[in-house]
């Protein structure tokens, strides 16, 4: 009897163990401040997924060329920027081993990237035909992609041409090739947000608190023109102007028009678009946790009947 209690606790043990490593595996990392999480920009970059399309693309750092440049004349610049990232965790509806994500807020956060992001940033692993996830039927996926004029081709005669996005084309990005958008972006480059969610520290944690960490820069530090200071980047200069103000977005379900609501949205869209089969992998776990509760006990029963003579 002893012996039995002894193997039923480790199994149970095993299996809380388990569930513990795969809570862990879906909640969001989160940056704290101290000086030792606060790795150099580059560390952050490796822990990309190897497949990560943030990853393909040489990731350029806030300071333009010009920065560098300057580096010599500004001096003090370098030593300054040790300035870490601040990231406060936020509470998210897919945290949790039984954590899904809010469709509403998926499709504002669609809206807030379509409206706004889209200038800057591609996103080119997803499709149109994908929103179904968020929600729209087809006919709206088939209006929101007609929308886009997507540079298709080359036809009959050898040219490429334009035509309205049809739900199979991805993204359309909003520039054609690397050069264009860092020329467009003062030397930097605005990274694919496909995977973004995935390939920074913090996910949705990281770009709300990028979205919501603008600040002036100290009276010590002066910036070049091109640079911003945001208390979430590594050593707080980001090459990005904020892009969001209150009031720019027009939601159509009565919701907070903020800066915050927008940050909130837009993270969720993107922690869905680098996670999309976030909510199925939960649901399995939990299928598989219960699978194995309910065998352990008819494990247990088959043992006792099985031993029943012997004791
Ligand atoms: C005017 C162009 C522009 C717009 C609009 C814009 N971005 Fe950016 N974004 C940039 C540039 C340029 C960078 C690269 C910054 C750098 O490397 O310092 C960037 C970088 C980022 C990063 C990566 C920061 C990092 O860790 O390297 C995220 C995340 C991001 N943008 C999200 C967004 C979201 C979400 C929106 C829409 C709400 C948005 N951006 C709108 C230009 C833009």
């Given at each position: 009897?002893?012996?039995?209690?002894f193997?039923?606790?480790?199994?149970?043990?095993?299996?809380i163990?388990?569930?513990?490593?795969?809570a862990?595996?879906?909640e969001p990392?989160?940056?704290?401040?101290?000086?030792?999480?606060?790795?150099?920009a580059?560390?952050?970059?490796?822990?990309?997924?190897?497949?990560s399309?943030?990853?393909?693309?040489?990731?350029?750092?806030?300071?333009p060329?010009?920065?560098?440049?300057?580096?010599?004349e500004?001096?003090?610049?370098?030593?300054?920027?040790?300035?870490?990232?601040v990231?406060?965790?936020?509470?998210?509806?897919f945290?949790?081993?039984?954590?899904t994500?809010?469709?509403?807020?998926?499709q504002?956060?669609f809206?807030?990237y379509?409206?706004v992001?889209?200038?800057?940033?591609?996103?080119?692993?997803?499709?149109y035909?994908?929103?179904?996830?968020?929600?729209?039927?087809?006919a709206?996926?088939?209006?929101?992609?007609?929308d886009?004029s997507?540079?298709?081709g080359?036809?009959?005669?050898?040219?490429?041409?334009?035509r309205?996005?049809?739900?199979?084309d991805?993204?359309r990005?909003?520039?054609?090739?690397?050069?264009?958008?860092?020329?467009?972006?003062?030397?930097?480059?605005?990274?694919d947000?496909?995977?973004?969610a995935k390939?920074?520290?913090?996910?949705?944690?990281?770009?709300?608190a990028i979205?919501?960490?603008?600040?002036?820069p100290?009276a010590?530090?002066?910036?070049?023109?091109?640079q911003?200071?945001?208390?979430?980047?590594?050593?707080?200069?980001?090459?990005?102007?904020a892009?969001?103000?209150?009031?720019?977005?027009a939601?159509?379900d009565?919701t907070?028009?903020?800066?915050?609501q927008?940050a909130?949205?837009?993270?969720?869209?993107?922690?869905?678009?680098?996670?999309?089969?976030?909510?199925?992998?939960?649901r399995t776990?939990?299928?598989?946790?219960?699978?194995l509760?309910?065998?352990?006990?008819v494990?247990?029963?088959?043992?006792?009947?099985?031993?029943?003579k012997?004791?």
């Amino acid at each position: 009897m002893v012996r039995t209690r002894f193997l039923l606790s480790a199994a149970f043990a095993v299996m809380i163990a388990g569930s513990q490593a795969f809570a862990a595996q879906s909640e969001p990392q989160v940056l704290g401040g101290t000086p030792e999480q606060a790795e150099p920009a580059a560390m952050e970059k490796e822990a990309a997924p190897a497949e990560s399309a943030a990853a393909e693309i040489p990731h350029e750092a806030a300071a333009p060329a010009a920065a560098a440049e300057h580096g010599a004349e500004a001096g003090g610049a370098a030593s300054h920027s040790g300035g870490h990232s601040v990231i406060a965790e936020q509470s998210w509806s897919f945290d949790g081993i039984f954590g899904t994500y809010d469709r509403a807020a998926l499709q504002r956060g669609f809206q807030v990237y379509k409206e706004v992001c889209s200038a800057c940033h591609s996103m080119s692993r997803l499709a149109y035909r994908n929103l179904a996830d968020l929600g729209y039927t087809e006919a709206e996926i088939k209006a929101i992609a007609a929308d886009v004029s997507i540079t298709d081709g080359p036809n009959d005669e050898g040219e490429m041409f334009d035509r309205p996005g049809r739900p199979s084309d991805h993204f359309r990005a909003p520039y054609v090739n690397i050069q264009a958008a860092k020329y467009a972006n003062n030397g930097a480059f605005p990274p694919d947000l496909s995977l973004i969610a995935k390939a920074r520290h913090g996910g949705a944690d990281y770009i709300y608190a990028i979205l919501t960490g603008y600040e002036e820069p100290p009276a010590n530090r002066e910036l070049l023109p091109g640079q911003y200071w945001n208390k979430a980047m590594n050593g707080n200069v980001l090459a990005m102007p904020a892009p969001l103000n209150a009031g720019q977005v027009a939601y159509g379900d009565g919701t907070d028009q903020s800066v915050d609501q927008y940050a909130r949205d837009v993270a969720q869209f993107l922690t869905w678009a680098a996670e999309p089969h976030m909510e199925v992998r939960k649901r399995t776990g939990v299928k598989v946790f219960l699978f194995l509760l309910v065998f352990t006990g008819v494990l247990y029963a088959a043992k006792r009947k099985v031993w029943s003579k012997v004791h």
